[in-house]
């Protein structure tokens, strides 16, 4: 029996913490109510991207696209939608406040540029019924890959898509599993790489979240592809929602015969298992992953021997990203060519990204290969926050460096992106403005590896530690021009020197900033001066008397407290005492508190 | 072969070597702190970075970690690559506590040296202080974790090689830390003190202990030599300052691979002790006083002239040394065959392994150990039984637990939850005495599950029909040896005999380990036997990593073997009673060996008894402590007529010689000692002997030249000329091949051909007697059964930290602090029925004697059984053994099986029935 209505709750991790799964068992309980449970069925599928806007719910067939939708919604969606047939207009996305007309979902300037190719699925189906995933050409790329491929077509298919490791590098996955698949030895393993640990990504996490079939159909067909019959998917264990999503993959396939013995009667058998990570960024990296997943610290070990030679426990194995996998099952699926149109010469296909930072539309996007970032950032993203000036986009996380304005117009490649000094990465985008400081971001990233470094090496260990203290110095105001020198000394060697690519990068953010940011440190260190007012030792507050009005706000949020004043009369800070935490700032409505 | 361009020279390597194995074999250093000899690339000092054109990233590489390859052109001191180097090490300093001028390792640290040689004096990027406090706990050494640079090499060293799994990493970046166990003091850690770690500390982080070894930082000298313990055969390089050995420093000799045990690394004090006898020493009115070596040689020229003529040769005898060289051992034997004319020599392998030479001489036609210690990493399982390997043969225990980490299979059969016991795939917990059934019932299911290896069987062996009858009983099904039947002879059940036969006889190579625990039995020659017919049947001989493994106890024991300080023997296992062996022998000495085998051991000390021995000459045994039944043994030594004593110090079996002769130890002479695996190596002298001591061999030299046979040339390299030429085994053997490295015998000479490369693994085409020999033997149960009034078995045998009677590792004061006192290992039942709680002093009585221990009470025996060290003469396990219970054919004593009972002690009481302390004391 079709359903009157179909309604889609956005079960992302961005939703769900926004009372997502309320909405969802609400709008059930809302249609039972209403007396109207066999007239709809309430989904809750995968991210639909628009983070910013969230939580979503979609209704169809009309293609209601509703946004920031509270629980208290949910009564009025069944009254008026699916019992009435009207759309709850204050709900529908608009173009701005002023406007109010309905914009398709196709018309929305965010999903304007996109193009979902590992996200396909995404918002579109239930993750947690396979039968969904079935219906939208699930698990026809691992029919195709069992019975009518071989191993060496397979190979040869993924070879004509042209896709590259989504982990970051962008080596060729047709090669990787080559290698694997002519490694001597009879045990081999499929590993997928979901520990993702960029501040600000969350790419991976969603694909799982919301299409987890396609990471599971992708792994079975790496198996077969190389010889193997194990397979582990290394998962942060604060992706909760990911793991429970997977495990219920990983079940109903077993249940349908994709897992487990003699695949679909093929006689191949092949089986996947979940591991943990214990949220270390640096077990992301392949060699520390293979390290952790032996229940070993998990440090990096030097290359060669690659995984595809000696992985895990010295067995030849494939060791893909989540986005890497998620991209072979449609490749199976629909062919090497369709995929290969996408994207450009050398990086085929599209790439997610996870848009944060001082920008409109933050959420989860997916763009062809080659779309500028000013597409991104402007397009998709809507610019940059309350008409503030754009400053940069980091990209690439810890590992990556800072992409200015005059770099927007480069298409995203793999290459373009190392060529800026920066690099791909897993596909953080963190949107910087004005209100910014690089020595700041530049610092917080450093404190991220300082923390993050596993201690094995000693560039690593050593020299983020040396290069943090250094921009703490430059961000409390005691830096000299030579810091610079010896930020640039440090960080160079590091890159040159360390054993594997979080120490080898490590430096990236900062080198990247004091080449194009120059000013900005040169400000901090003779100025004593932080523009952006975000380093605190180098900030004043002051209150401006003229626009003042003695309301005594600021001196109630003061938790010193250290702001004095008749009540109607100027208030003053006692700039000896002030522990600068803003709370003044933030409190005052007339604007009279001010940074210097 | 791959070539590459290294610093503008060309060099041709194999394929797999990395870009710092290439520079080394041009001669090209290339700085390192993580790197270690013997395990695989680390990647974690990065110093070994070198420049290699066309490399990703940055154009640098670790050397360490970089596969050669096909034209590759490395730069390994370019003015970058140097660079790099100088801000790499100046990172490193900036951590490290460069407390240079306090610091004991300056001279030694490679940090220190490094960044002289880069040029890194001072730190421009910030220092970082840390502030841990210094771990003192441990006797042994220190830990300072400020000078810790992370280089990871301890962590490797304990985990990788001597598979400890100790040490760890800590923390995450800055908190990163090497920790013990759960970061626990290293005093209070599992440590096994090995000190490993601290050899291979590059820098100040792991030192050994100033006040326990004083001057170790002020190393002048460095000699290559062969530890003084177990027969393992470790090489090592003593340290040496002045005429003092101040420290140890492992080798990468073929046993050792590069690690030590806590004996080999630690206990050398026992070298230069006050303790040591300095002048000989001869009774005088009751009392030993100083002589002059004149006086002392006079002395005992007489005395044996005149027991000669009293008594005839025969009424001398002579126990000689497992711990003394092949030459001195050799010249022992020669001077009692030659100069006295009896054959009433022998030594201490008579208390050990003198059932597998019997046993094995009769199946196999040879005794020593098959294989190789290496081998032991080609094998697929490994049988340990009758061997408390980690203990008694630590580096050989490390090497089985890295094999079982690799995946090789484990199975131990031993009274006790030893430790290796603890990652064995099956620990067959067997009782005392029950080797023979156990052995019987794994052979009866090889048959009986059709996996013998007929070809094996047809081609390598005879008597299979009738052993195999033999195991079904001879006709009668009751008396099969089943392993049903064996089940409650052994304590263990039927199924896990089963696993263990299937598991043993399946695996592609299977070695097997044994030791005392099979040997020392009143019918140890058969248990031998009964483990050499499993063997046999099972194939699991003569291939890589299949072998039989007799275990030596001492450093020399193999070659006081080899060189015939037996009774039966002549050099290289010839019986005397072969005219054609002592007529060979003859000619070299000038004079025929006697035709009639002597006396064994065991044997002497019975004569001794009965006041036979005119004349006893003992060089450096102690068997007034480690003799069965020493109340007798002590009564034996008391009668003899002339005792001399020739040791270290004045034992407490020297204390009752009528003349003490000081002797030097094994850092204080040249020579040889051959391992457990036959491997001889060459002994180096590093310090001279104190005050008058002498080496046993000049000793000896002296003594033929007062009886008519002088030696041409005393030197030890010519009396090894002499075994060569008298001893077939070694008669390619020379000190410039063994300068080298050691040779495992047989290693004949060739003629027109003298390199022979000796023999890494014995039958692999026929046994020494041709074709292996099954024996049935029956199963009998243990001499002295545990009944009404001596509910108890003891089982005795040896602890890691200390070494036979503790003359030299009781000199070590760390050794003491760790297991200085006598323990009796209990179990917890056994200790509840008898209201004994860990700690109490127990009384340990036997129908021989009693003795006071410590209760150390956990699951390491059975119920009803209890285990005593040796070491102790204060709670001496040899007051309870039984030497009434010998073995027929090796005349070895039960030692491994001795009922008594216990109970709780009062305070302050001791060991009765000691017999009398000594005349000197």
């Known amino acids: ?596 | 072969m791959v070539t590459l361009t290294i610093d503008n020279d060309s060099s041709t390597v194999p394929e797999g070597s990395t870009v710092l194995q290439a520079a080394k074999a041009l001669g090209i250093a290339i700085p390192t702190l993580c790197w270690l000899e013997g395990l695989g690339p680390y990647g974690g000092c990065r110093l070994c970075l070198v420049e290699v054109e066309g490399a990703s990233r940055s154009g640098f590489l670790a050397a360490c970690s970089t596969p050669v390859a096909e034209g590759m052109v490395v730069r390994t001191s370019s003015p970058a690559v140097r660079q790099l180097r100088a801000e790499v090490l100046e990172m490193i300093l900036s951590t490290h506590h460069a407390d240079c001028f306090n610091c004991r390792k300056n001279g030694a640290c490679d940090l220190l040296d490094y960044c002289r040689e880069y040029g890194v004096t001072k730190i421009e990027t910030g220092r970082e202080t840390r502030h841990h406090r210094p771990d003192t706990s441990h006797p042994f050494y220190n830990v300072d974790r400020n000078k810790c640079i992370l280089c990871g090499r301890c962590v490797r060293v304990c985990n990788d090689l001597q598979a400890s799994h100790v040490l760890d990493i800590a923390g995450r970046g800055q908190t990163a830390h090497v920790m013990a166990d759960h970061d626990d003091r290293m005093g209070d850690s599992t440590c096994v003190s090995c000190g490993n770690c601290v050899s291979y500390c590059p820098v100040g982080a792991l030192l050994p202990k100033p006040k326990v070894f004083p001057g170790e930082h002020l190393v002048q000298g460095r000699t290559r030599t062969v530890c003084g313990y177990c027969g393992v055969g470790c090489e090592l390089d003593l340290l040496t300052r002045g005429n003092a050995v101040v420290g140890v420093q492992p080798a990468h000799g073929p046993a050792n691979e590069g690690i030590l045990c806590v004996k080999g690394k630690f206990a050398f004090q026992f070298i230069g002790h006050p303790d040591r006898l300095t002048a000989p020493l001869l009774r005088k009115d009751g009392q030993l006083v100083p002589v002059t070596w004149d006086e002392a040689l006079d002395e005992f020229e007489k005395r044996l002239r005149a027991a000669i003529a009293k008594g005839g040769p025969d009424s001398v005898a002579g126990l000689s040394s497992a711990r003394c060289t092949n030459e001195e051992n050799y010249l022992f034997q020669k001077f009692l065959r030659a100069a006295v004319g009896t054959n009433n020599i022998d030594h201490c392998a008579r208390l050990c392994h003198s059932s597998s030479v019997t046993g094995l001489s009769k199946t196999l036609g040879s005794a020593a150990m098959s294989g190789a210690i290496a081998d032991l990493d080609l094998a697929d399982l490994i049988f340990v039984t009758g061997s408390n390997t980690t203990e008694t043969h630590p580096v050989i225990g490390s090497r089985i637990k890295r094999a079982v980490e690799r995946g090789a299979r484990l199975i131990v059969a031993d009274p006790r939850k030893i430790e290796l016991a603890g990652i064995a795939d099956l620990h067959l917990r067997i009782n005392p005495g029950s080797n023979i059934a156990l052995f019987n019932a794994m052979a009866f299911t090889i048959i009986e599950e059709g996996l013998v290896p007929q070809a094996f069987i047809e081609a390598r062996t005879e008597g299979y029909a009738a052993f195999a009858a033999f195991l079904a009983g001879s006709g009668d099904p009751a008396h099969a040896w089943s392993p049903e039947r064996a089940a409650p002879i052994c304590g263990v059940e039927a199924a896990d005999i089963r696993k263990a036969a299937r598991l043993y006889a399946t695996s592609k190579a299977a070695s097997v380990c044994y030791a005392m625990g099979v040997t020392q039995y009143h019918n140890g020659t058969n248990g031998v036997v009964a483990l050499s017919n499993l063997a046999l049947l099972a194939g699991q001989l003569g291939r890589p990593g299949a072998s039989l493994n007799p275990l030596r106890g001492q450093n020399n024991v193999q070659g006081a073997c080899d060189m015939g300080a037996l009774p039966d023997v002549l050099p290289g296992y010839r019986k005397v009673a072969d005219p054609a062996a002592r007529a060979a022998v003859g000619k070299v000495w000038g004079v025929e060996p006697p035709e009639k085998p002597g006396m064994t051991a065991t044997e002497i000390v019975e004569e001794a008894l009965e006041g036979q021995i005119g004349f006893l000459y003992v060089m450096g045994e102690n068997g007034a402590i480690s003799d069965p039944d020493i109340t007798k043994s002590m009564k034996a030594f008391e009668k003899v007529g002339f005792l001399v004593v020739q040791d270290l110090f004045l034992t407490e079996t020297a204390a009752l010689a009528d003349l003490v002769l000081p002797a030097a130890c094994f850092a204080e002479k040249e020579g040889s000692f051959a391992n457990t695996e036959r491997r001889v190596q060459r002994v180096r002298k590093a310090v001279e002997a104190p005050g008058k001591a002498r080496t046993d061999l000049s000793i000896l030299a002296d003594l033929l030249g007062r009886f008519g046979l002088p030696l041409a040339d005393a030197s030890a390299e010519a009396v090894f000329r002499e075994i060569a030429a008298v001893t077939p085994i070694y008669s390619g053997m020379s000190w410039p091949r063994l300068e080298k490295q050691g040779l495992q015998w047989p290693c004949p000479a060739h003629p027109g051909d003298p390199a022979h490369p000796g023999t890494t693994r014995l039958y692999t085409e026929s046994f020494s007697r041709g074709r292996g020999l099954f024996i049935p033997v029956e199963w009998e149960a243990v001499a002295e059964p545990a009944d009404r009034e001596y509910p108890f078995l003891l089982t005795t045998g040896r602890l890691l930290y200390q070494y036979h009677t503790r003359t030299m590792t009781g000199k070590s004061p760390g050794i003491e602090r760790l297991a200085g006192k006598a323990r009796v290992e209990i179990s917890l039942r056994s200790a509840q029925d008898a209201g004994i709680e860990e700690g109490d002093p127990v009384r340990i009585t036997s129908r021989r004697g009693s003795i006071v221990a410590e209760a150390k009470v956990s699951d390491r025996t059975g119920d009803g059984v209890v285990f005593l060290p040796f070491h102790f003469a204060e709670a001496a396990a040899n007051l309870l053994t039984s030497s009434d219970a010998t073995d027929p054919e090796s005349r070895i004593p039960e030692f491994k099986a001795t009922a008594v009972r216990i109970e709780k002690a009062g305070p302050g009481t001791a060991a009765v029935g000691a017999g009398k302390a000594g005349k000197g004391r």
């Open chain 1, 1 to 596: 029996m079709a359903y009157k209505n179909y309604i889609l709750v956005c079960g992302g991790t961005g939703c769900e913490s926004s009372r997502g799964d309320e909405i969802f068992r609400t709008l059930i309980k809302e249609a039972e109510l209403q007396g109207v449970k066999n007239d709809v069925q309430v989904v809750k599928t995968g991210c639909f991207g628009f983070c910013e806007k969230g939580p979503i719910v979609k209704v169809l067939p009309q293609e209601s696209f509703y946004v920031e939708v509270k629980p208290e919604d949910a009564k009025e969606i069944i009254a008026e939608q699916v019992i009435k047939g009207r759309e709850v207009k204050r709900l529908l996305y608009k173009k701005d406040q002023a406007s109010s007309d309905k914009v398709k979902i196709e018309d929305i300037d965010f999903y304007q540029k996109q193009f979902r190719v590992v996200l396909r699925n995404c918002g579109v189906i239930n993750p947690e019924n396979i039968d969904e995933y079935i219906a939208r050409e699930g698990y026809t790329g691992l029919e195709r890959a069992l019975f009518k491929f071989s191993p060496d077509e397979v190979v040869e298919e993924l070879k004509k898509s042209g896709l590259r490791g989504r982990g970051g590098a962008g080596f060729p996955t047709w090669l990787k599993w080559d290698l694997t698949r002519k490694a001597p030895g009879d045990v081999k393993y499929v590993v997928c790489n979901a520990d993702e640990g960029d501040p600000g990504a969350y790419m991976n996490r969603s694909t799982i979240e919301g299409d987890p079939h396609s990471i599971v159909e992708s792994m079975i067909i790496c198996g077969r592809t190389i010889g193997a019959h194990e397979g582990y998917i290394y998962i942060r264990a604060e992706y909760p929602l990911a793991i429970e999503r997977l495990k219920i993959a990983i079940r109903q396939a077993r249940e349908y015969g994709l897992l487990g013995k003699d695949i679909l009667g093929s006689g191949y058998d092949f089986d996947l298992d979940i591991r943990l990570g214990a949220g270390a960024f640096v077990c992301g990296e392949e060699t520390a992953l293979l390290q952790s997943l032996e229940g070993k610290r998990g440090m990096p070990v030097p290359k060669p021997p690659f995984p595809a030679i000696k992985g895990l426990w010295q067995k030849p194995t494939v060791i893909n990203n989540v986005e890497t996998f998620a991209n072979i099952s449609v490749i199976m699926a629909k062919g090497a060519e369709w995929f290969a149109k996408i994207g450009t010469e050398k990086s085929k296909g599209t790439k997610t990204f996870a848009l944060t930072g001082k920008i409109n539309n933050s959420g989860l996007v997916e763009v062809p290969m080659g779309t500028t970032l000013r597409e991104i950032v402007f397009d998709i993203g809507g610019g940059i926050r309350n008409g503030k000036k754009f400053k940069g986009v980091q990209t690439g996380g810890p590992s990556g460096g800072i992409i200015t304005e005059e770099s927007l117009d480069q298409p995203i490649t793999y290459e373009s992106l190392t060529a800026l000094g920066s690099m791909m990465g897993s596909g953080g985008m963190i949107i910087m403005d004005e209100d910014d400081c690089v020595v700041d971001i530049a610092k917080f990233y450093m404190a991220f590896c300082v923390d993050e470094s596993c201690g094995k090496c000693a560039p690593c260990r050593i020299g983020t530690k040396q290069m943090h203290d250094i921009l703490e110095k430059i961000s409390n105001g005691n830096g000299v021009e030579e810091d610079l020198a010896k930020l640039e000394k440090i960080g160079k060697a590091m890159t040159k020197a360390s054993l594997c690519m979080l120490g080898g990068s490590a430096a990236n953010p900062t080198l990247s900033t004091i080449k194009h940011f120059r000013e900005d440190y040169m400000e901090h260190i003779r100025d004593h001066k932080c523009r952006a007012g975000k380093c605190k030792s180098l900030v004043v507050y002051e209150i401006d008397a003229a626009k003042c009005i003695g309301c005594g706000i600021c001196a109630r949020r003061c938790p010193v407290p250290c702001i004095t004043g008749e009540k109607k009369q100027p208030h003053v800070i006692d700039r000896a005492r002030c522990i600068k935490c803003g709370e003044c700032f933030t409190a005052c409505k007339f604007g009279a508190v001010v940074k210097k």
